[in-house]
């Protein structure tokens, strides 16, 4: 097309993605999904919502979390609120656990005109903080972490606790139609690493974030241990010189 050049991001423009997407999925990924489309798409054909990327596992709601949308989370909530334990088959990660885990959440590309290579960042490959070596220069790039994870924990409090917000209303709503049995287990899950939503809470979000993700569960959470033997406290000492309140 013959748009101009000033405009800093084009509704085409996409986060990074990979093959074996669906049209669902790939219109998700958009900088501006048109979410009127996704509706729609959902409405002609329910079980869309239930058709998983084959390469990442991803469902279309893991992809609305991982991009940070808002707009699309509730749209797709909206429409099929169940869909906020639909668990990624290769990570294993519940939607919960992609807000939360904002290492391997897909930041905008790069303001260059360089074209993005059509790869996907799992969660299962991002650096744990612990494990996360401070860059030497700041990085760039579509898969580079172009944060310290405390200072991005407080960046994006507030848009945690919208969609925190919204996967809450969710959650409720299945609970009043008695859809979902043991939500706890699912709320307490860990993915393929054992780690709990309240794991990634601690690791990247303040303390405001983590007490909010407690309370879906109070009593099974703060026991939940990853396979490398840390809790949810464990990750919270790990970070206590750079987070003192957590």
């Known amino acids: 097309s013959s748009s101009s050049s000033s405009s800093s991001v084009s509704s085409h423009e996409r986060w990074p993605a990979s093959a074996d997407e669906y049209v669902i999925q790939a219109e998700l990924r958009r900088q501006r999904p048109n979410l009127e489309l996704v509706a729609a798409l959902v409405r002609a054909c329910p079980e869309a919502m ?8 991803e469902y279309p709601i893991h992809v609305a979390f991982q991009t940070r949308s808002l707009a699309a989370v509730r749209t797709l909530l909206g429409l099929d609120p169940s869909a906020w334990c639909t668990r ?6 519940f939607p919960l656990h992609v807000l939360l885990n904002v290492a391997a959440c897909h930041r905008p590309p ?6 993005a290579t059509a790869t996907s960042t799992s969660s299962s490959s991002s650096a744990w903080p612990q494990e996360q070596q401070p860059p030497q220069q700041q990085p760039s790039g579509d898969d580079a972490l172009d944060f310290y994870p405390s200072h991005f924990a407080a960046a994006v409090q507030e848009e945690t ?4 917000g919204a996967l809450e209303a ?4 299945t609970q009043r139609r008695r859809q979902i049995r ?7 899950a860990g993915d393929c690493h054992g780690r709990s939503a309240l794991h990634y809470a601690a690791a990247f979000h303040t303390a405001q974030v983590a007490e909010r993700v ?7 959470l703060p026991r939940s241990v990853d396979r490398r033997g840390d ?7 790990a970070r206590v010189s750079a987070t003192e309140s957590l």
Do not use: I, M
């Open 50 to 57: 239930y058709l998983s990327n084959h390469g990442t596992g």
């Open 88 to 93: 990624n088959n290769k990570t294993l990660e």
């Open 110 to 115: 790069p303001t260059t005109t360089t074209t």
């Open 161 to 164: 606790c919208a969609l925190l």
């Open 170 to 173: 969710a959650l409720e709503e």
């Open 182 to 188: 043991d939500a706890a287990s699912k709320l307490e």
């Open 214 to 220: 407690l309370r879906l569960s109070p009593r099974g």
């Open 231 to 237: 809790s949810p406290l464990h990750v919270a000492c």
